[in-house]
């Protein structure tokens, strides 16, 4: 009885142990848990994390397999404030015989960016066309996949350097004319940036309010209210 006593008591203790060290790192490194929720969706996916020098940019990507002069090699733009991992759940779902890649845009994920840059988009393809020759992609045949600001930006790399395209695709594209401007470009066009770059909970709420279609996504106030004052610890 003593021995199953004193395992109780060692179950015990670990599982308090590790529960206070989990309330530890959501209220002081919140970030710690979105990392390796990045990490395990980047192992699910098969794509390692590389790095490599573009003139003074270091460009972070993520991969799986080689190129390959006989089928395209998949080229993946994020949108605004996103970065390279968003797509791992489309990418664990393609055939193991392609190859995707995605990479982290100038001032976004693990790519940094200079204080006074260019950032108009014509600048950005000119920088994504270093890239894709560093990395080896101008050898065979690129499809180039762009969502949102990604999208805007693969349809202009795409008009500028039409010889190295292979196929193109735009999801949602950011900077295309349209009959009618959405809600959040209306709001945008009226000096309101908070609704892409909330300052407040209540301007959080209404980005996502815009946003989201599914309404229940919409995190919980009190939800928003803890991350705030933990960004605000920081």
């Known amino acids: 009885m003593e021995v199953i006593s004193t395992g109780v008591q060692l179950a015990g203790g670990a599982v308090l142990t590790t529960l206070a060290l989990a309330i530890i790192v959501i209220y002081f490194q919140p970030a710690y848990i979105v990392h390796f929720f990045l990490r395990l969706?980047?192992?699910?996916?098969?794509?390692?994390?590389?790095?490599?020098?573009?003139?003074?940019?270091?460009?972070?990507?993520?991969?799986?397999?080689?190129?390959?002069?006989?089928?395209?090699?998949?080229?993946?733009?994020?949108?605004?404030?996103?970065?390279?991992?968003?797509?791992?759940?489309?990418?664990?779902?393609?055939?193991?015989?392609?190859?995707?890649?995605?990479?982290?845009?100038?001032?976004?994920?693990?790519?940094?960016?200079?204080?006074?840059?260019?950032?108009?988009?014509?600048?950005?393809?000119?920088?994504?066309?270093?890239?894709?020759?560093?990395?080896?992609?101008?050898h065979g045949p690129l499809h180039l996949i762009g969502h949102s600001m990604g999208g805007g930006l693969a349809g202009c790399y795409a008009a500028s350097y039409p010889e190295k395209m292979w196929a193109l695709t735009m999801i949602c594209p950011g900077g295309i004319k349209v009959p009618e401007n959405s809600v959040m470009f209306e709001k945008i066009f009226q000096g309101n940036r908070h609704v892409m770059i909330p300052e407040t909970v209540e301007q959080a709420e209404e980005m996502f309010d815009i946003c989201l279609y599914n309404k229940s996504l919409i995190p919980p106030k009190q939800c928003l209210m803890l991350c705030w004052s933990l960004d605000k610890m920081d």
């Open 41 to 138: 969706n980047k192992w699910r996916a098969g794509c390692t994390t590389k790095y490599v020098k573009v003139g003074e940019h270091q460009f972070a990507y993520m991969e799986r397999g080689r190129p390959s002069k006989n089928q395209p090699s998949l080229l993946f733009l994020h949108g605004f404030s996103d970065r390279k991992e968003t797509f791992c759940e489309m990418i664990m779902h393609l055939p193991k015989h392609l190859h995707p890649i995605a990479v982290d845009l100038p001032g976004h994920g693990d790519t940094g960016i200079k204080a006074k840059a260019d950032l108009t988009v014509e600048a950005y393809a000119a920088k994504l066309h270093q890239f894709i020759c560093v990395v080896g992609l101008d």
